[in-house]
Nanobody
């Protein structure tokens, strides 16, 4: 079982920036992508961004493309995936979840790729006007 610990959420004004981090350890991390998803109040969880295990391929939801950047780093004990969020909008508000074990290697994300993913507890991002 992969253990995921998210950090970096908070309150920010529209137009501002936040950086989310997710440290993943344990289980099988090799060869699977990691990513971020979010859930706004009253809505279903949605895809935000993901990155392949080697960091060579990424995909973004259209709503965040050009504003968010995902990256990954690895050491001997854990993988860390970071989501840099710029030009934040009110509609970016929600609980952001880190996921590992995503069956993505290149191209566009499809929901079946995260059916067996491991999930973090989530971190709240609130964008105010």
């Amino acid at each position: 079982q992969v253990h995921l610990v998210e950090s970096g959420g908070g309150l920010v004004q529209a137009g501002g920036s936040l950086t989310l981090s997710c440290a993943a350890s344990g289980g099988s991390l090799s060869n699977y992508a990691m990513g971020w998803f979010r859930q706004a109040p009253g809505k279903e969880r949605e895809f935000v961004a993901l990155i392949s295990w080697r960091g060579r391929d990424t995909d973004y939801a259209e709503s965040v493309n050009g504003r968010f950047t995902i990256s990954i780093s690895r050491d001997n004990t854990q993988n860390t995936v970071t989501l840099q969020m710029n030009s934040l909008k009110l509609e970016d508000t929600g609980v952001y979840y880190c996921a590992s074990g995503i069956r993505y290697w290149r191209g566009r994300y499809s929901s079946w790729m995260s059916e067996s993913a491991d999930w973090g507890q989530g971190t709240q991002v609130t964008v105010s006007s």
